[in-house]
């Protein structure tokens, strides 16, 4: 089954990925609120996209009931996950005129354009097992750090939007889409779309942790 073979290919990738700085503070409560205020304005720039996503696959999509599911994915997410951010916005004083002012950082970039070159490259199921990791990722980390807690209110909140029944319920439609659309002729190109996709759910934290911007080093 494809999701086992993604799965057991990108081990690695996710444990860094739960075991990253930013994941263990957050849980801790350590992590600093300006380092969570970018993470949530560079989250935003990239669900946003995300939700473009699935509308472009659904669009290319020849089979009627994965079609119909894909821009249920896109409808969920804006009412869902995209919605919710709007509490956190609130508390950490994120206005639309910030975010439009506020650039998308490098890696961001980087990560958006890998997943539409995925489905430019590898059509519709390109594009499922490109978006698949942050869907997965986030539920396995969700999990974890539920039987932990934070002590920080929004925090908390974060942890407890991965672990709600309908981003579960999500999660699981989203497996056996990949699975639906994975051929033996395509797996092994899903595989390292996959696995690039996890490289960049790594690549995210660490992004925010650096606050990272479009910079050049001054020469010494």
């Not at 699935?54 to 290319?60: K, N, Q």
């Not at 539920?146 to 439609?173: C, R």
């Not at 002729?185 to 696995?195: G, H, P």
């Amino acid at each position: 089954m494809f999701t086992d073979t993604a799965h057991a290919a990108t081990r690695a990738l996710w444990l860094a990925s739960k075991r990253h700085p930013f994941i263990q503070q957050l849980q801790a409560g350590t992590l600093p609120r300006a380092t969570f205020r970018d993470y949530l304005i560079q989250d935003h720039h990239y669900l946003l996209e995300f939700g473009r996503l699935y509308d472009l696959a659904a669009e290319r999509c020849q089979v009627p009931t994965q079609a119909a599911q894909l821009r249920a994915n896109a409808a969920d997410l804006r009412q869902g996950e995209i919605a919710t951010r709007e509490t956190f916005f609130a508390e950490m004083a994120i206005t639309p005129a910030i975010i439009a002012a506020t650039p998308v950082a490098p890696t961001n970039y980087a990560y958006t354009s890998h997943l539409y070159r995925s489905l430019a490259t590898a059509g519709v199921p390109g594009a499922v097992a490109g978006l698949l990791p942050c869907y997965w990722l986030y539920a396995e980390i969700g999990e974890e750090l539920a039987t932990k807690g934070s002590p920080v209110p929004i925090y908390q909140a974060w942890i407890d939007s991965y672990t709600a029944s309908d981003y579960a319920n999500a999660m699981t439609d989203q497996l056996a889409l990949a699975n639906a659309v994975a051929t033996p002729t395509n797996q092994a190109a899903l595989c390292q779309i996959f696995k690039r996709s996890s490289w960049y759910e790594l690549n995210f934290w660490q992004m925010a942790l650096d606050h990272e911007q479009w910079t050049v080093a001054k020469p010494s």
